[in-house]
C-alpha cells in the first residue's frame, strides 16, 4: 500500500463545477504538498500546509492531522484548471532524514 | 527573479552510457532538490542538497549521483544507463532543506534511454 494515495485517479467536470480531490496518508507528517502538473511537465506548488485550511483563488486546501486527510476544492472550475494535481507528503521523520513522498496523482479535465 | 532552470532540457542516450544533468536554482535558494518521474511510479525523491552537501538520498541505486556547487548550482549523474532510467528529471529549489518549505520546480529533463 503506498504512502500516500489519492482518490479520484481520473475525474471529468464541466466547466462551473465544484472539484474536490482527496489525499490520504499513513504515516506521521510535518507538512503536505498540493502540486499542479500541466502537460509538458511543469510542476507548480500551489500549497503547503500542516493545519487547517489555506485559500488562493478559487482554490481551497485543507487538512485534517487526526484523521490523516486532506483535500483540495476547486470552485467555478474552468477548462484551464485541466492537469494533474499531486498529493505529497513531508514524513515526520524527525532531524533532517526526510523524503517527500507523492501520491499518484489526480488527472483531471475540465470541460468548456 | 528568474525561476529554476535545467539543462539540457531533452536527452537520448544509449544504454550504458552516463549522462549528466544540470539545475540552477532561484537566486538565494540554497536547497536544490531532484525527483525522478515515470508514468509506472509516478514521481520520487532521489536526493537533497544544501550547502553543497547531500542530506538526504532516496532509494535508488548507487549509478544515481549528486553534487551541490559553492552557487547552489546542482548536477546530477547517472552512470551506466539502462533503460528503465527513462524518465523526466525534474530538480526543485527553496530557501532551506527539510520538505517544510514550498519548492519551486524546474521544467525538467526529458532522458530517452535507447
Known amino acids: 500500500k503506498n504512502e500516500v494515495e489519492q482518490s479520484p485517479q481520473n475525474l471529468t467536470a464541466q466547466e462551473g463545477e465544484f472539484i474536490t480531490i482527496n489525499c490520504s496518508y499513513s504515516?506521521?507528517?510535518?507538512?503536505l504538498h498540493w502540486l499542479q502538473q500541466h502537460p509538458g511537465g511543469g510542476i507548480v506548488s500551489l500549497f503547503m500546509l500542516s493545519s487547517g485550511k489555506k485559500k488562493h483563488g478559487r482554490l481551497i486546501a485543507t487538512i485534517n492531522i487526526q484523521e490523516k486527510h486532506s483535500s483540495l476544492h476547486i470552485t467555478a472550475s474552468h477548462p484551464r484548471d485541466s492537469a494533474v494535481y499531486i498529493c505529497?507528503?513531508?514524513?515526520?521523520?524527525?532531524?533532517?532524514?526526510?523524503?517527500?513522498?507523492f501520491g499518484k496523482g489526480t488527472l483531471l479535465t475540465v470541460n468548456p | 527573479k528568474a525561476g529554476v532552470t535545467q539543462t539540457p532540457r531533452y536527452l537520448i542516450k544509449t544504454r550504458g552510457q552516463q549522462v549528466t544533468l544540470s539545475c540552477s536554482p532561484i537566486?538565494?535558494?540554497?536547497?536544490v532538490s531532484w525527483y525522478q518521474q515515470t508514468p509506472g511510479q509516478g514521481l520520487q525523491f532521489l536526493f537533497e542538497y544544501f550547502s553543497e552537501t547531500q542530506r538526504n538520498k532516496g532509494n535508488f541505486p548507487g549509478r544515481f549521483s549528486g553534487r551541490q556547487f559553492s552557487n547552489s548550482r546542482s548536477e546530477m549523474n547517472v552512470s551506466t544507463l539502462e533503460l528503465g532510467d527513462s524518465a523526466l528529471y525534474l530538480c526543485a529549489s527553496s530557501l532551506f532543506p527539510g520538505g517544510e518549505e514550498t519548492q519551486y520546480f524546474g521544467p525538467g529533463t526529458r532522458l530517452l534511454v535507447l
Open positions: 537566486s538565494g535558494h540554497r536547497s
Open positions: 505529497a507528503v513531508t514524513p515526520n521523520s524527525g532531524g533532517s532524514n526526510y523524503k517527500l513522498t
Open positions: 504515516v506521521g507528517i510535518s507538512a
